[in-house]
């Protein structure tokens, strides 16, 4: 489907197909339908996992990886060569997203990984390829990490790559820059990064799997325009730090390096206790192993072996194809889909129920991570988004344990105490990660020093990490069903931060999801938990710029593009998860009843698959704006689930905003 087949138009304008007896039969069935299939996605010891998915940078830097450890001649670089080969676009390059343009960055790696691979440079594919990667703007267009990684390999010049010094680690945190005003993801990439930079690994490759063709000459890629003077001036003062840090990486002070080098092993090590590799997610954990590589630390040693293991399990491996995945989600999934259940009528006290609660109440974070640092509260609570990450809780993965987990019904007193006890330490979590603002970040408190992200090693797009709507939004919701007042203080605080963020057209940003569409139904849903009327003027201008957005199909849909173009929010070909969040924003601002919602009802209706599930063709998911898109498989079956049930208990009279109060005997 094009985005042209798409194209929205007022919903007003869209007439309603069904009598709505008959459409609320056939939702009704979708419903049961979907139920059914979830339930049956459960796994043996009650949690969920669906594929997480990630663009072409994830197969390319693997091939990378296992080159680099030896491995290149293994049947799963052959595997992960044709799932890149699956998704070159016909222009040659890789997007970063379906339906996006080619992006310099994976068509880089996804070149060099498929000489490395083997294919010889005059096929036709890679000749398209190459093509488009100097179309783009060759080596130098692509961001640091990619030059640092072909740097690696001897296809671009060390002395080029900014500096990443090991030094940042001994810095105080009284300094504007020091690793702790870094967002949590960004440390985990950065230390082991800076122990590469520092020592200069080196695996030299075939001379024809060399890429001299995609260093263009012309100097170094151009600096994105700043948006303000002050932003200039930083972006000025950062490019001239970098320059002298690169004369000083040619002779670094060696008592002062070997310090730093030090502690910046010891920081990564101490990371890998309780974690699916450092931070579990895939960036960090390939960094670490250049790192300890280029620490002498030898392939059979526990600590390398055992980060080489959490790579490997990211792989989805299949009998011609390899995908990687850039992180695995069971907390998230298993979370959201306990949610979506139990509102369409899952009984709080089902077996299914039971085990979720369990599984998840085995995963609450009872150490201290780094969010800790410096700081006496919170005591240690919350949850993580993987299968172990104990350093690192977010508040996203937190406000959906504690949303679950306050509507099941644990009857065993043991594990009902055990489950209270973890909710209370969830909440308190929360409450001592609340912002100045009012708002929520993913990871830390006030981790919001602007500054460093016009640090030049910081074009990834995520140094740093603000608080959020979409994050705020899922936890005012959780803090009123763990049974926080809806008038307390830091309630207040976070409706006033939900009010401010709104934009003109009454949309919201979303962080984590795409986009528009994403935040503004959790802000609409979290204001409408919190006691504001759907009168209420934001809410009506959220729900009209939500019917305003409605495409002909029925059904809603917002490519990640809007992230780099605001002018395109709230547009793309419609996909289940985002027409399911459209309608749960247009039953919070009370617009449940019209000929939208009953389109957009039908687009799920028919969209369903046989099975009971859906398909999000396009992606709907967040990694780091402008830079990383996912597709969460399971996207398209918990929210249209939600959706459904939702709009279900609106015609039965029943108000799903409201909180029920919490008994004595449940959790």
């Given amino acids: 489907m094009s985005a042209a087949d798409s194209q929205h138009r007022p919903a007003a304008a869209i007439p309603a197909r069904r009598a709505a007896p008959r459409l609320r039969r056939s939702a009704d069935a979708a419903l049961r339908r979907a139920r059914a299939y979830l339930l049956g996605l459960q796994a043996d010891d009650g949690h969920w996992c669906g594929e997480l998915e990630g663009d072409a940078i994830l197969e390319a830097e693997y091939v990378m990886t296992l080159t680099f450890l030896g491995r290149g001649g293994e049947e799963r670089v052959a595997k992960a060569a044709r799932t890149l080969r699956a998704g070159q676009l016909p222009g040659g390059g890789w997007p970063l997203f379906p339906g996006g343009a080619a992006d310099v960055n994976p068509t880089a790696k996804a070149y060099f990984a498929l000489k490395l691979a083997g294919d010889p440079a005059a096929a036709p594919h890679m000749a398209a390829a190459r093509r488009a990667a100097v179309e783009l703007g060759g080596i130098e267009a692509c961001n640091s990490f990619t030059k640092i990684y072909l740097a690696i390999f001897g ?79 930083w972006s000025r003062f950062f490019h001239l730090v970098d320059a002298a840090l690169r004369i000083y990486e040619e002779r670094p002070l060696p008592r002062l390096r070997a310090r730093a080098l030090a502690r910046a092993r010891r920081w990564m090590v101490r990371r890998f206790e309780a974690s699916d590799g450092l931070g579990a997610i895939f960036p960090p954990i390939v960094n670490s192993i250049l790192a300890l590589r280029a620490l002498g630390v030898a392939a059979d040693d526990p600590l390398l072996a055992g980060q080489v293991a959490a790579l490997d399990r990211l792989a989805i491996e299949e009998a011609a194809t390899l995908r990687m995945q850039p992180c695995r989600s069971p907390v998230w999934d298993t979370a959201l889909a306990l949610n979506a259940l139990l509102d369409a009528g899952l009984a709080a006290d089902s077996t299914a129920a039971v085990r979720a609660t369990a599984w998840l109440a085995e995963r609450e974070v009872r150490g201290l991570g780094d969010w800790a640092r410096g700081r006496h509260d919170p005591a240690p609570g919350g949850w993580y988004f993987e299968y172990a990450n104990e350093f690192y809780p977010d508040c996203d993965d937190t406000a959906q344990v504690v949303t679950a987990l306050s509507k099941v019904a644990v009857r065993d007193p043991e594990d009902r105490a055990r489950v209270d006890a973890a909710l209370r330490r969830g909440v308190e979590w929360l409450r001592g990660m609340q912002n100045p603002t009012g708002g929520w970040a993913a990871f830390d408190r006030a981790c919001d020093r602007e500054l460093l992200t016009y640090v030049p090693f910081a074009d990834h797009n995520a140094m740093i990490d603000p608080p959020t709507v979409d994050v705020t939004a899922r936890v005012v919701e959780a803090l009123l069903r763990a049974g926080v007042a809806p008038g307390s203080e830091i309630l207040s605080r976070a409706v006033g931060f939900l009010y401010r963020q709104q934009e003109q057209d009454g949309s919201w940003y979303g962080r984590w999801g795409c986009n528009y569409l994403y935040g503004t139904w959790l802000a609409l849903w979290a204001l409408r938990h919190a006691g504001e009327p759907a009168s209420a003027p934001s809410l009506r201008q959220g729900g009209r710029w939500l019917l305003s957005r409605q495409n002909r199909d029925g059904g809603w849909g917002e490519l990640p593009e809007s992230y780099a173009r605001p002018e395109t929010r709230g547009e793309g070909p419609s996909t289940p998860s985002q027409t399911a969040w459209a309608l749960l924003g247009l039953m919070a601002a009370g617009e449940h009843r019209g000929a939208a919602a009953r389109r957009g009802l039908e687009y799920l209706v028919d969209a369903q698959e046989d099975a009971g599930g859906w398909t999000d063709v396009f992606w709907t998911g967040t990694g780091f704006p402008g830079v990383f898109y996912l597709r969460y498989h399971l996207y398209a079956t918990y929210f249209p689930l939600l959706a459904l049930a939702t709009q279900r208990r609106l015609e039965a009279g029943e108000d799903p905003f409201a909180i029920p109060a919490r008994r004595r005997g449940e959790s």
Wanted: aromatic share 6%.
């Fill in 155 to 233: 296809q671009y010049p060390w002395s080029r790559c900014p500096a990443v010094p090991p030094e940042l680690i001994l810095l105080p945190d009284w300094m504007p820059v020091n690793i702790w005003e870094m967002s949590a993801w960004s440390r985990a990439i950065v230390v082991p990064l800076s122990i590469v930079r520092a020592l200069r690994p080196s695996c030299p490759v075939p001379e024809g799997a060399a890429i001299p063709e995609l260093a263009i000459a012309g100097g170094e890629a151009a600096e994105p325009a700043p948006g303000s003077l002050r932003a200039a001036a």
